[in-house]
Every structure is written in structure tokens, then in C-alpha cells.
């Protein structure tokens, strides 16, 4: 009988060291995990491929644990019009809705929300003003249209 005791007794006193043991390394595993160095987070595709939250906005958008901020770099869309160059200018923007030299176009990144003026400058001119930078030549309609433009539903329509 006090050999089954001591067998029991031993037993139980392995299986407390087991318990306690298990415990411990529990309580250690999150402080060893912490002390990995993280992986170094230089651009949007490795701060994306690192599980961080990627923001769907355009161009979609990274933010990495520590809080910096990294960009897609999305190539500037050609535009639909077939990329009208007037004499060195380009209409640039996501709308259509900047008139920038033809040089600056390609690279010229914009959000991309419509808004209803940005109708008129589809049959405004994009050119070179008096100061020698391209712009918005304000003819007539160009203003009215832009003081009183044309319903979202309308353009959309046309769209």
C-alpha cells in the first residue's frame, strides 16, 4: 500500500512540475515572440505583405504598426480622350479636371471624386495663358458653366 502511495504521490508531484512548467513557458512565449526584430517596412507592397490594414481608396493606402503611411504607386492613367497635347499643355487628373504642362501630366496624381464643374472642362481649352503656365483659358462659357454647372444626374447621364 505505501508503495502505491509513493508511486501515486510521485505521479501527482510530476504532473504539478508539468503544470507549473507549461505555465511558465506560456508566460514566456509572448515576450520571446515580441523580442523578433520586425521586418523592415520600406513601401506599400511589403507593408501590405506584412498582414498590415491596406485602405481601399485610390491609389489604396498602408499604414504599418508603427503608424507611417505608404502609398500604392499606381502609373497615371492614360486618358480616355486619347491624351490631347495643345501646345505643350495636357488636361491631367483622374476628371480631367487640371490643365498642367504635357510634361507634368504623366505624373500628376489626383483623388478620384467627380464633381459636376469638372463637366465644363470637357470642351474647355487647356493652353498656354498669358503668364506662360497652362491653364483654363476663362472664355465665357467656361464661367457660366462653372458658376451654374450642370446636375450630377445629367452628366452621369451623358457618361
Known sequence: MRMKFLKTFGLLVLA?????????IYSVAPKMQASLPAPVITN??????AGNPVMESYPRQ??????RLFVEDVPAPLPSDGGMVFNGCAAAGCSGQLCVSADEAAN???TCEFRAEYACYKE???EPQA???????QTKELRQC???PPSLEAVLQVM
Open 62 to 67: 498602408c499604414r504599418s504598426a508603427d503608424g
Open 131 to 137: 503668364d506662360g503656365k497652362c491653364g483654363w483659358t
Open 108 to 110: 500628376t496624381v489626383t
Open 124 to 126: 474647355a481649352s487647356c
Open 16 to 24: 504539478g512540475i508539468l503544470v507549473l512548467l507549461g505555465m511558465w
Open 146 to 148: 462653372l458658376a451654374s
Open 44 to 49: 506599400f507592397a511589403e507593408c501590405a505583405q
